[in-house]
């Protein structure tokens, strides 16, 4: 049974950083193709990032400078650094993972992802 488990969710002041964590079982991150996704209410979920199973990455232009995403196969974790956090950048935070082939096209469509997290609360204040 595959089950993704975000954390490090937090509300933190506008210029300030987190780290989320996205613990997989069931599923190996580094063959995978994994993205981060945030939805703030009364909006559609968007993708933020998304790493192949080559290492491949891709931002949502919005974050791009700001947020990095990261495996740790060892640990079989996807991260997001994010640092200069903006107050637009509140949302509930999920992580998703699909097998490959991981087509660059299609890394922010959340319908290509079979399998998500709970999601870890973002909050940014300014």
């Known amino acids: 049974q595959v089950q993704l488990v975000e954390s490090g969710g937090d509300s933190v002041q506008a210029g300030g950083s987190l780290r989320l964590s996205c613990a997989a079982a069931?599923?190996?991150?580094?063959?995978?193709?994994m993205g981060w996704f945030r939805q703030a209410p009364g909006k559609e979920r968007e993708g933020v990032a998304a790493?192949?199973?080559?290492?491949?990455?891709r931002y949502t232009d919005s974050v791009k400078g700001r947020f990095t995403i990261s495996k740790d196969n060892a640990k079989n974790t996807l991260y997001l650094q994010m640092n200069s956090l903006k107050p637009e950048d509140t949302a509930m935070y999920y992580c998703?993972?699909?097998?490959?082939?991981?087509?660059?096209?299609?890394?922010?469509?959340?319908?290509?992802?079979?399998?998500w997290g709970q999601g870890t609360q973002v909050t940014v204040s300014s």
């Open positions: 998703a993972a699909e097998r490959p082939p991981c087509d660059p096209t299609t890394l922010f469509l959340a319908g290509r992802y079979a399998y």
């Open positions: 069931g599923y190996t991150v580094g063959s995978a193709c």
């Open positions: 790493v192949r199973d080559d290492g491949y990455t």
